[in-house]
């Protein structure tokens, strides 16, 4: 895991492979094509590139017109814009008609961190979760990305994809297979599972093995399909360990954390703890910022050991 590659860097790449596979596939991008690499797709395919401007409701909007004429149409910008200022269209028209819409928001959870909380997207999972028929995708490194890249190309229907702007260490080799839908565990574990999602999976997996040291086993859960939600796997995870901690680089309202708290106290209560940002974040070094808010491995592995102090009498019957 020593090497690093922005999520970014694999998502242009992979939709310049995918351009020249599928010919029906046109990219729009709100003039951040430098910044989300959608312009390494309109350097290659200058046909199907359209660069709408600072304008994301016109270009959700546009993007639907290009779907019900029968284009795979993938849009890009940045997560806190996509799911804000586009939201009106994306509901209307892109969820309500189930159109065939690839919305990509680069920049998620605190990524752009220098830029501060005004382009920080730490609700979108939230409001994208909401939106019925729409499925939210959040990979964890460059392997993962340009094959949920290729999956959301063979999927007919609307998908957001969060992706990081920084780079991350890779977990994945090529030979990976990503699923739909469906969760991987990627670290077995007996005493508690860890269920995280995009950059907080690498955290996560440094977090589990300094816990083996404490003699601490944490199962490790992937789970880069949000909506829809792998509820076997999340079930079947709660009752081999009793214990679930869930990590996000989102609020912890009505992230990754309440669609697995929403899961498990329907169909086989446990507790549930749950670690994201309870507010807005600031400009800083992203990195700083992860600490700043404990979402480095330093504060899973602390808060896992203070989890197991408090439920070491805790068995599931």
Known sequence: ?????????????????MGGIQENIVVLEADVGNSTKSILFGG??????????????????????????????????FSVFMTTRGLDPINSLIAYDSLNVKLIG??????????????????????????????????CDQVETEKAVFACGKYKGPVYMRLSRNANPIVYDDSYEFEL?????????????????????QK???????????????KVVNIHTIKPLDEELIINCAKQTGIVLTVEE??????LGSAV??????????PVHSMGLTG????????????????????????????MKQNKSYKLI
Do not use: W
Not at 107 to 125: K, M, P, R, T
Not at 181 to 201: L, N, R, W
Not at 289 to 304: C, F, G, M, P, R
């Open 106 to 139: 680069n920049y998620a959870g605190l990524s752009d961190s220098y830029d501060g909380a005004s382009h920080q997207a730490i609700f979108d999972i939230a409001c994208m979760r909401s939106l019925p028929n729409m499925t939210i995708i959040s990979p």
């Open 181 to 201: 839908g469906k969760g991987v565990v990627i670290k077995e574990g007996s005493d508690m599972t860890i269920i995280a999602t995009g950059y907080m999976v």
């Open 44 to 77: 290659k395919y200058p046909d199907r590139y359209f660069n709408v401007g600072i304008s994301e409701i016109n270009m959700v909007a546009m993007a639907s017109g290009f779907a019900v004429s029968g284009f795979n149409t993938f849009v890009n910008t």
């Open 250 to 255: 989102h609020s912890v309202y009505g992230g």
């Open 204 to 218: 996560s997996l440094a977090a589990a093995r300094m816990l083996e040291e404490k003699g601490i086993c944490a």
């Open 261 to 270: 708290s929403e899961v498990l106290s329907r169909n086989y209560p446990v």
């Open 280 to 307: 807005y974040a600031e400009s800083g070094g992203y990195e700083q910022l992860l600490t700043k808010y404990s979402l480095d491995e330093n504060a899973i592995y602390q808060k896992v050991q203070k989890i």
């Open 1 to 17: 895991m020593a090497e690093k590659i922005a999520m970014r860097d694999a998502y242009g790449n992979a939709l310049v492979k």
